[in-house]
């Protein structure tokens, strides 16, 4: 009896030792046999190359058209599943079987999604999409595809709308779409995270392709669709805190950062509850380093525990939705407490003895509080190693920074002074320095460690083109962006050694910033493109000739 126990138990425990299993599974069988005409089958049978966890295969199994909910049959490596449905006459059926699907033991996912194409009729359709989607995780994303045939294009809304067609992507974020019919089409990049075919919107990351397209005889099929991928913001921001720092200060947080275009149209408003009179203010800034922060200076001190409602009007986050009309006041208490507190300095993103600074730098200071309008000239100064003042000017940035910027490149490897004098630098409410000075050290690049790539860019379109150099072995990263006014040569320099990839975009509005989109009411991306191979820069070494091609 015991070495009967011993037999049964032996097929239910994988044999132990041995390398790790790396092999992805795979479907070696089919019914019906891929590419068949003139079927009618009342189910589809999956035979795969090794066990399967049945449940990442339910939620990777996607059919084109839809044939009503699918019920599962499982034995050993095989899947079957019916459908609630009839299949349509002279209709071709696509199979897609996406990445997810993951083997029983490791957890070994499948590299590349599987098609299986039947038709009902005497052919399959011949249209074909391919593309890729990238993203820092690529793999996994589902592709909608639509056929807008017969649809007011406008009115398509991939939030209410299941797609005709899906497929999803591999590990390098491609994917393919096959035995399309003929017609137009709009295709989306879905992470689909509820798994129900639908984009849901805040929820969902979306990508969105330039233009739509039309799959024909004559061209039967798109290739190189590329997504970028973005989440969608329509939430209102509100006031998710205010504080009285002291008697004449007042903090305000909101739930994400605000569009400092907007604020400066914006209305500030402090009233007492129990007066109702209103609080003049002498300052209202967004901070500029924390966009999500604001602060308040009032002409007259507040009380406590007097209670003041602050209601904000016509500010907006940076997706361009303006202040929840509900939550846009809030109460808080006042307080007693003075203003001893002097103003703190700082350089932005940097720490004194920083190394390794571009030879054209941007030197932002910022105070802890605004502080009242001085003369930068004589009180902000740039000197060499030597004492000897560099050229530079300075502007201020908002009521609590300003930037310092050299008039020309700096010479290499060099070591430079910021002083500021603080004696003259005080708080809006008075508070002071007294006989000191703030400092800060840096030193420039050293060329000798850098180089240069430089090529052309390609585009039958023209337009403005962004273009940027990624590090992708360099801690911290670094990155180098150029615009060009329209296709042609591009040089980037002062690149420190390390390997950067190459990406450009085509700047249809001007801004500087890649356009993702929207689903609905659609808006298209701009174009973007992705040079294919790796680039090792060596220092002290130009690296030429690089083609960067819109396709």
């Not at 098609?115 to 391919?130: K, V």
């Not at 007294?434 to 050293?446: E, K, N, P, V």
């Not at 039958?460 to 911290?476: E, F, K, Q």
Request: net charge neutral; with cysteine; glycine share 8%.
């Amino acid at each position: 009896m015991l070495a009967i126990l011993l037999g049964g138990c032996a097929g239910q425990v994988p044999p132990g030792g041995g390398p790790k299993d790396t092999v992805p599974p795979a479907i070696v069988r089919t019914f019906p046999d891929s590419n068949a005409v003139r079927v009618m089958p009342h189910a589809i049978t999956l035979e795969f190359s090794k066990y399967v966890d049945r449940r990442s295969v339910e939620e990777s199994i996607f059919i084109s058209p839809y044939p009503g909910d699918l019920r599962y049959d499982w034995s050993g490596r095989e899947v079957t599943f019916s459908f609630s449905g009839k299949l349509r006459e002279n209709t071709t059926y696509v199979v897609n079987v996406g990445t997810d699907v993951a083997d029983l033991h490791e957890g070994n996912r499948m590299a590349a999604s599987f098609t299986l194409a039947f038709s009902t009729g005497d052919s399959i359709d011949r249209g074909f999409i391919n593309g890729r989607v990238f993203d820092e995780k690529p793999d996994g994303v589902l592709i909608f595809a639509y056929r807008l045939s017969g649809l007011l294009p406008d009115t398509l809304d991939p939030s209410r709308v299941k797609p005709d067609y899906v497929t999803q992507t591999g590990r390098n974020g491609s994917f393919s779409l096959a035995h399309l019919g003929f017609g137009p089409y709009r295709v989306f990049a879905v992470r689909d995270e509820y798994h129900n075919f639908i984009y849901d919107r805040e929820i969902d990351q979306y990508g969105v392709a330039p233009r739509d397209f039309i799959l024909s005889p004559r061209e039967p099929s798109v290739d190189d669709l590329w997504y970028r991928l973005s989440k969608e913001d329509t939430t209102r921001p509100f006031t998710a805190g205010v504080k009285a720092l002291d008697r004449y200060r007042i903090a305000v947080r909101f739930s994400e950062p605000l569009d400092s275009l907007s604020f400066t149209r914006s209305t500030f408003t402090v009233v007492d509850t129990l007066s109702m009179r209103e609080v003049p203010l002498r300052l209202v800034y967004l901070d500029r380093f924390q966009p999500s922060v604001a602060g308040i200076f009032t002409r007259v001190p507040m009380d406590s525990p007097a209670v003041y409602r602050l209601t904000v009007r016509g500010a907006a986050d940076l997706s361009g939705n303006l202040m929840d009309e509900r939550a846009r006041g809030e109460t808080f208490e006042g307080t007693l407490t003075p203003d001893t507190i002097r103003p703190s300095i700082s350089v932005r993103d940097m720490r004194d003895s920083t190394r390794a600074l571009p030879l054209n730098p941007v030197i932002e200071v910022r105070f802890s509080d605004p502080v009242l309008p001085f003369s930068l000239p004589g009180t902000a100064v740039l000197t060499d190693s030597l004492k000897k003042d560099v050229p530079a000017r300075s502007l201020w940035t908002g009521p609590a920074s300003f930037a310092l910027i050299p008039w020309g490149p700096l010479p290499g490897t060099a070591w430079y002074t910021l002083r500021v004098t603080l004696d003259s630098v005080r708080s809006l409410t008075g508070r002071a320095y007294r006989d000191s000075t703030f400092a800060f050290h840096f030193q420039t690049l050293d060329l000798r460690n850098t180089g240069s790539i430089s090529g052309n860019v390609q585009d039958a379109r023209g337009g403005r083109i962004v273009l940027t150099a990624s590090s992708i072995n360099l801690t911290p990263r670094h990155s180098s962006t150029i615009r060009l006014a329209s296709p042609g040569p591009f040089a980037l320099a002062e690149l420190p050694e390390g390997k950067y990839t190459i990406s450009a975009f085509s700047d249809s509005a001007g801004s500087g910033e890649y356009a993702y989109g929207l689903p609905a009411p659609f808006r298209p991306s701009d174009r973007f493109t992705v040079f294919q191979d790796t680039i090792r820069v060596r220092a002290r070494w130009g690296v030429e000739g690089v083609l960067v091609k819109f396709r």
